[in-house]
T-cell receptor
Framework: AQSVTQPDIHITVSEGASLELRCNYSYGATPYLFWYVQSPGQGLQLLLKYFSGDTLVQGIKGFEAEFKRSQSSFNLRKPSVHWSDAAEYFCAVGPINTGTASKLTFGTGTRLQVTL | DAGVIQSPRHEVTEMGQEVTLRCKPISGHDYLFWYRQTMMRGLELLIYFNNNVPIDDSGMPEDRFSAKMPNASFSTLKIQPSEPRDSAVYFC???????????FGPGTRLLVL
């Protein structure tokens, strides 16, 4: 069964500092990997995704993530955090199945707090 | 594109009452998903549809929960009777065929007293 682990429940960083949110997955084959962000009272917004190819993917809002197969990780990074990045971040994994729906499995989320 | 639309955004009801949550997926999307988010259990998939047909309802907690999709542009999630432990945020998401990205609605925050 597929699973996602986000080991950090809560992270606080200063505005302007760099950020790395960790995500480890368990899956029997190459998965689809996603990072979503949820602002308070809002739905989930897709930040970026990885299907294949270049293991460093760029997303919106200056975020990037790197897929490391050997470590079963898909960590999210941002070189300089802005106060507006304060939100909850979810990593998700889904199977590569053409023509069928992929059931995404979500991690428990990491809440990011940004101090000024 | 208006995105996934959910209504109501907030619902407060008393235990035992029927609750109906509504979702309009993105036009042209063939798949629709219902999720529940709680502090204790995180984000859980309840059920999903493909071309209006329920494909997997293994996440539906119990018989008090039911979901329908009478047409491509509308789905409901019904709880009858509701219980306090059903209090959560319920999200609807949709995606297109042969695509893997799910697009989420803003959610319905349900409080059962």
């Amino acid at each position: 069964a597929q699973s996602v682990t986000q080991p950090d429940i809560h992270i606080t960083v200063s505005e302007g500092a760099s950020l790395e949110l960790r995500c480890n997955y368990s899956y029997g084959a190459t998965p689809y990997l996603f990072w979503y962000v949820q602002s308070p009272g809002q739905g989930l917004q897709l930040l970026l995704k990885y299907f294949s190819g270049d293991t460093l993917v760029q997303g919106i809002k200056g975020f990037e993530a790197e897929f490391k197969r050997s470590q079963s990780s898909f960590n999210l990074r941002k070189p300089s955090v802005h106060w507006s990045d304060a939100a909850e971040y979810f990593c998700a994994v889904g199977p590569i199945n053409t023509g069928t729906a992929s059931k995404l499995t979500f991690g428990t989320g990491t809440r990011l707090q940004v101090t000024l | 594109d208006a995105g996934v639309i959910q209504s109501p955004r907030h619902e407060v009801t008393e235990m035992g009452q029927e609750v109906t949550l509504r979702c309009k997926p993105i036009s042209g999307h063939d798949y629709l998903f219902w999720y529940r988010q709680t502090m204790m259990r995180g984000l859980e998939l309840l059920i999903y549809f493909n071309n209006n047909v329920p494909i997997d309802d293994s996440g539906m907690p119990e018989d008090r929960f039911s979901a329908k999709m009478p047409n491509a542009s509308f789905s409901t999630l019904k709880i009858q009777p509701s219980e306090p432990r059903d209090s959560a945020v319920y999200f609807c998401a949709s995606r297109g065929d042969n695509q893997e990205t799910q697009y989420f609605g803003p959610g319905t925050r349900l409080l059962v007293l």
